[in-house]
């Protein structure tokens, strides 16, 4: 007969599992590398051109030294080759194929180098976290750039009381352009900040970028959330300060694409959503007219001019050499190598030789001509389409239809937005963190379709729910 007992038939208790060491460090040397490709202009204006390409140099061998075991242990029937992002691997090639008649070889080829290091980087990241580790490992190296642009600041109106120069230099007799200048110390003049990356403009996107993974960190029940209002705080602050047009812009437009992919998670029917995607269309429309016939009064409330502050003419000469090669460009080189004499002097702007186009279409068109063009749209249409499609739908591999949605699903969507719009007055997307979060998140999306899902995923430690 069956006797009553005080000892308890259930499994014995165990500790929750933990993330190996090696896991650990792999972790802390992409923040480490995502920050320097973050802050590049800050590791160049401490250690020089010599010490910046050391510092990336050591940590893409680094990386390399990483990726091949993991590569190798997962054998490479297993690693996605055919889930690779072929239109923006393509660009690549093409870019590489350009030395045969570029007009700066050398700048073709050292930029090059810079573009495929970049790339391999993203891919190793992409193949090696989930999106959980990729959103904190983001959130991770935008905290060192805000922390250390605050105190960089702090420093230099609080001890220093004077401009900082890159490398530390002193101030000559002669009154320099306030655009050399590293941080101008106007924390407590309210002038803009330029915080460690040394421009204003940089400083405010990074915020924004920071202000959309904090935020959506928060929203997926990261943990120490108290700590991340604390960093949404002073991103919003720093972004305020920053007084950056196209980041305002930026972060606007990437404000309504989060609004309307939220909307869209709320249709449950096809009709509803070819409603709202025609609402969508029509607000669209309506804005960019607006937009468009307002033009001046917007730009004197961001507080730029009708050229928007030299734009135009930069655009203008561009376009003056671009149309002599229409088809294959003149050679790949982004950013401009500002020493090459195809670059040095040609377009000058507060004395300082300009090293990009200041729009990422005309860009290319410079580099790689019209068929450049069509290869960098098809990477940002692809890249696009499939982060909308993974925010709006519903995660579904099987029968079950009623999973949550993640928060971090928005992600893509948000940032791919936000960098189309930056695009317009800078080429920073087609060049070192814009390319990095390009190649990054789209790879991740072919080969994770669903937060939880593919290669690098597992059950994040850091998320206590799922829903947004």
């Known amino acids: 007969m069956a006797q009553h007992s005080r000892l308890s038939t259930a499994p014995p208790p165990t500790a929750p599992a933990r993330e ?115 959103a904190r490992a983001l959130s991770s190296a935008l905290k060192w750039v805000i922390g250390l642009s605050l105190l960089l600041e702090l420093w230099v109106a609080l001890v220093l009381r004077h401009p900082l120069l890159p490398f530390f230099s002193d101030l000559p007799a002669g009154k320099p352009d306030p655009h050399w200048y590293w941080v ?44 991340l209002l604390v960093w949404l705080v002073l991103a919003a602050f720093l972004f305020l300060r920053a007084g950056s047009a196209t980041a305002f812009a930026s972060l606007g437009v990437g404000a309504l694409v989060l609004g309307a992919a939220l909307l869209m998670r709320r249709t449950r029917t096809p009709g509803g959503r070819s409603r709202m995607y025609a609402l969508f269309a029509g607000l669209a429309v309506a804005g960019g007219a607006a937009a468009w016939f307002a033009r001046d009064a917007l730009f004197g409330a961001l507080g730029k001019s009708s050229d928007l502050t030299g734009r135009v003419e930069i655009w203008r000469k561009v376009w003056e050499r671009a149309v002599h090669r229409p088809v294959f460009g003149n050679g790949f080189s982004s950013p401009w190598v500002p020493w090459d004499p195809a670059f040095h002097d040609w377009i000058i702007d507060h004395r300082i030789t300009v090293f990009m186009a200041h729009n990422m279409w005309l860009d290319v068109f410079l580099q790689l001509g019209a068929l450049g063009v069509v290869l960098i749209a098809v990477v940002f249409f692809a890249f696009a389409w499939r982060a909308w499609f993974f925010a709006i739908d ?3 591999w099987d029968l079950v239809k009623d999973r949550p949605y993640a928060a971090l699903s928005l ?27 390009v190649i990054l998140l789209s790879f991740k999306l072919k080969i994770s379709p669903f937060v939880g899902s593919g290669p690098g995923e597992g059950a994040p430690p850091q998320s206590r729910r799922q829903t947004a």
């Open 394 to 396: 519903r995660p579904r």
């Open 20 to 134: 190996s060491t090696g896991h650990l460090l792999l972790r802390a040397h992409i923040v480490l590398l995502v920050f320097c490709v973050f802050a590049h202009t800050a590791v160049f204006n401490l250690l020089g051109v010599d010490g910046a390409a050391v510092v990336l140099g050591v940590l893409l061998l680094g990386t390399l030294g990483l990726a091949v075991p993991r590569i190798a242990l997962a054998r490479p029937a297993r690693f996605p080759w055919r889930r690779m992002p072929w239109a923006a691997l393509g660009y690549l090639v093409f870019a590489l194929l350009s030395v045969l008649w570029s007009g700066w070889p050398w700048a073709t080829l050292l930029t090059w180098t810079l573009q495929a290091s970049i790339t391999v980087v993203a891919l190793f990241i992409a193949f090696t976290l989930s999106w959980h580790e990729i």
């Open 411 to 437: 992600l893509p969507t948000v940032l791919v937005a936000m960098l189309l719009v930056l695009g317009l007055a800078e080429s920073t997307p087609i060049m070192l963190w814009g390319w990095l979060l």
């Open 184 to 227: 101008r110390g106007d924390l407590f003049d309210g002038g803009r900040l330029q915080g460690i990356v040394g421009n204003s403009n940089t400083l405010g996107i990074l915020c924004a970028f920071a202000l959309v993974v904090f935020g959506l960190l928060y929203a997926q029940g990261a943990r120490r959330r108290p700590a």
